[in-house]
Structure formats: C-alpha cells, structure tokens
C-alpha cells in the first residue's frame, strides 16, 4: 500500500502524518507492506524542512522527520500512488486541481477513516500542535486498522 499524505504547505500536517504513519508501521512490523510520503497542493515552501513546532511535536514522542523538506505533489504521484489523503476539503479541491479527476478513486479525507471525520485545523493558523497530533494520531491507527495486515491474513 503506497500512501502519500496531502497538505496546503508540507511543512505541518502532511509531514507529520507521514512520520507518525512510518513510526506506527514500523512498531506494528508492517513497514514492508507500506510506501509512505508526504507533499504539497502549494509551491509555498517547497525545499523547506519541517516547520519547528511540528518537529518538536514529533520529537517530544520520539520520532525524527530529519531529511524531509517539502515538495508539491504531481500528477505522476496520483498514478504512483494507491491512496492520496488530504487534511482538509481545500486539499481535496486542490488536489483535484493537480490531477484532473479523482479516476481511480484514490483522493480520501484523512479523518474519514476514523468514526469523527471532520478536517484537520491548520496548525500554521491556530498554533495548535497538541491538536494537530491528536488528529494525526488517530487518522494513522485508523489507516492501519484499514490496510494493514497481520501475518495470519497473509497466509
Ligand atoms: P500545512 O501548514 O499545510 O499543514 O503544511 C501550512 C504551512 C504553510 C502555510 C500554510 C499552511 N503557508 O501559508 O505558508
């Protein structure tokens, strides 16, 4: 399952979720089964690392997201990939914008995998990065809970 998580910057919230994802898989022992990355509808900060409150955040719970500095997504990621999952409905729209039609109905809401769907605040806007974590969080375990594996389903 390749999966690349969408936000507006790719410095917050698509960065994140893709470093909890790695780190969750990782400790599940399904990292072979997953393709994790992260991107931008923007060309805002493409090249920048990870925006430092978000990288605390990540910190304070052990994981590192050294190496990563944003990029904006293409159409060439939409056939790459099997799953694109924005933060928000702009991201959606402007996803959609990227790739034309969702064809292969692969655009999803990241806390539509959960039992609260709503969009994920913009912690760029409210500071807020304990929220931010919370949603993340949840949205990954609901992922895993979805696509992931165990051995004795492989058999
Ligand atoms: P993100 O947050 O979409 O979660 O990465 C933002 C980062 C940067 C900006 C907006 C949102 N910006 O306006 O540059």
């Known amino acids: 399952m390749k999966i690349l998580f969408v936000c507006l910057g790719n410095i917050c919230r698509s960065p994140m979720a893709e470093f909890v994802m790695k780190k969750m898989v990782a400790d599940a022992g399904l990292s072979e089964q997953f393709e994790i990355a992260s991107a931008a509808t923007s060309t805002w900060e493409i090249g920048n690392p990870v925006y430092p409150p978000a990288r605390r955040k990540l910190a304070e719970h052990g994981i590192g997201c050294k190496g990563k500095t944003a990029r904006q997504m293409t159409r060439g990621d939409y056939d790459y990939y099997d799953l694109i999952i924005g933060m928000e409905q702009k991201n959606l729209r402007d996803i959609l914008a990227i ?3 969702d064809r292969l ?16 605040a913009d912690p760029w806007y409210t500071g807020d990065f304990d929220a931010t974590w919370n949603d993340v969080s949840k949205g990954c375990a609901a992922l895993i809970a979805k696509y992931g594996q165990t051995k004795t389903e492989n058999q």
Not at 105 to 120: E, N, Q, R, S
């Open 99 to 101: 790739t034309g039609e």
């Open 105 to 120: 109905g692969k655009v999803a809401l990241m806390m539509d995998f959960t039992d609260t769907p709503h969009d994920i």
